[in-house]
């Protein structure tokens, strides 16, 4: 089993959607988690971090449930520069800098 | 500023080869990872410097693989007796100490004939 579980996707949704991507983590001492996000042919860029009260930044709200082990990210009002792979990552429980990645979920915004 | 910098950006080698890519970090910036990135696979860990600190290489996925870190600035990242299986894509990130945000440098293409 994979220490961070994705859906490949991919999500194709239509301009101003609302999409939710789910992730979840086999490790229960991860203590720090994340979003990158990473466009085709390019480096994975943080989008956000996720804390266990649930954080907001614009349009995208990263939510995380410890006791299931299960992160989410909301997208509201789908652009079409939001399409990119979204990749849910976690720290080693036992290091603060060994970042696990999941597999990544693509999404498609189309016109 | 300048970001992560990591050449070369594609190589194309023959089995059996050795290969080094290069890593220039972010100014300042006393951490560096490497991270390999195989066709649709998530990125793997592979290495970690923190200053003058031993490194981790528990991610290193033989010992064809080795990494040094010169003067606690531009890294090497050294494929002996290269294989198939090495093709992957070759991910370095820096960040301003261990915790903080890593930050990505483009990556190297490897490609292994």
């Known amino acids: 089993r994979k220490e961070v579980e994705q859906d490949p996707g991919p999500f194709n949704v239509p301009e101003g959607a609302t999409v939710a991507f789910n992730c979840t983590y086999s490790n229960s001492a991860s203590q720090s988690f994340f979003w990158y996000r990473q466009d085709c042919r390019k480096e994975p860029k943080l989008l956000m971090s996720?804390?266990?009260s649930g954080n907001e930044d614009g349009r995208f709200t990263a939510q995380l449930n410890r006791a299931s082990q299960y992160i989410s990210l909301l997208i509201r009002d789908s652009k079409l520069s939001d399409s990119a792979t979204y990749l849910c990552?976690?720290?080693?429980?036992?290091?603060?800098?060994?970042?696990?990645f999941g597999s990544g979920t693509r999404l498609l915004v189309r016109p | 500023g300048a970001g992560v910098s990591q050449s070369p950006s594609n190589k194309v080698t023959e089995k059996g080869k050795d290969v080094e890519l290069r890593c220039d970090p972010i100014s300042g910036h006393t951490a560096l990872y490497w991270y390999r990135q195989s066709l649709g696979q998530g990125l793997e860990f592979l290495i970690y410097f923190q200053g003058n600190s031993a490194p981790d290489k528990s991610g290193l996925p033989s010992d064809r693989f080795s990494a040094e870190r010169t003067g606690g600035s531009v890294s090497t990242l050294t494929i002996q007796r290269t294989q198939q299986e090495d093709s992957a894509v070759y991910l370095c990130?820096?960040?301003?100490?261990?915790?903080?945000?890593?930050?990505f440098g483009p990556g190297t293409r490897l490609l292994v004939l």
């Open positions: 990130a820096s960040s301003r100490t261990v915790g903080e945000t890593q930050y």
């Open positions: 996720v804390y266990s």
């Open positions: 990552v976690v720290t080693r429980g036992d290091s603060s800098y060994k970042l696990i």
